[in-house]
């Protein structure tokens, strides 16, 4: 399985600003996958982010909001813009592995905004 | 889209005891089946997954059965220790993978 390095691995931030989350991978990979996972819950799929084209993200996510970016096929990142209490979750990267729709997941990223 | 239940959301058991987690899933057009475990603050690990082209699937103390008629899937873990506790996430795929709500297991000694 590939090695997923996330940063930072957690953060608090004020209200009304941005944190921006890397993610990156010891081998190349054609898909990346960020998720929210608010406290106790399960994992919702965010946006899927392949390398040389938009994100593609899922109902209830948009751009502005969320702002992807996949310069080559080891890294992404993940901007929270404009943050309220309710953006308090961890983010988690994952990228595709050997076989179809298998996935790996880094640790995360353990946000809290104040 | 696609829905999966979980039940049960926490299960208590003892050492040694054996854990069952069942999950059903909504679409039909579904054909891949993970399982994650989940310790505290850590990211989700993939323990074992079925495709829909098999029945059953065993890695020594787990296991995974597939029900492509009912829709449902479950984990298996026998012998279960302290180190099994964690939190089980199920999924489903045909494409982007929908998780269940997961399951606490609390395995005590």
């Known amino acids: 399985s590939a090695v997923i390095s996330q940063k930072p691995s957690r953060d608090i931030c004020q209200r009304g600003t941005s944190l921006t989350i890397q993610c990156q991978v010891d081998?190349?990979?054609?898909?990346m996958f960020w998720y929210r996972q608010q406290p106790g819950q399960s994992l919702t799929l965010i946006a899927t982010?392949?390398?040389?084209?938009?994100?593609?993200?899922e109902s209830g996510f948009v751009i502005d909001k969320f702002p992807i970016s996949r310069p080559n096929l080891t890294f992404s990142t993940l901007t929270v813009s404009n943050m309220s209490p309710e953006d308090s979750s961890i983010y988690l990267c994952?990228?595709?592995?050997?076989?179809?729709?298998?996935?790996?997941f880094g640790a995360g990223t353990r946000l809290s905004v104040l | 889209g696609e829905n999966v239940e979980q039940h049960p959301s926490t299960l208590s058991v003892q050492e040694g005891d054996s854990a069952v987690i069942k999950c059903t899933y909504s679409d039909s057009a579904s054909n891949y089946f993970p399982w994650y475990k989940q310790e505290l603050g850590k990211g989700p690990q993939l323990i074992i997954d079925?495709?829909?082209?098999?029945g059953e699937k065993k890695d020594q103390r787990i296991a995974v059965t597939l029900n492509k008629t009912a829709k449902h899937f479950s984990l298996h873990i026998t012998e279960t220790q302290p180190e099994d506790s964690a939190v089980y996430f199920c999924?489903?795929?045909?494409?982007?993978?929908?998780f269940g709500k997961g399951t606490m297991l609390l395995v005590s000694p």
């Open positions: 999924a489903a795929s045909w494409g982007t993978l929908t």
């Open positions: 982010a392949n390398q040389g084209s938009e994100a593609t993200y």
């Open positions: 994952s990228v595709d592995g050997q076989g179809v729709n298998i996935q790996y």
């Open positions: 081998s190349q990979v054609t898909m």
């Open positions: 079925i495709r829909s082209n098999v």
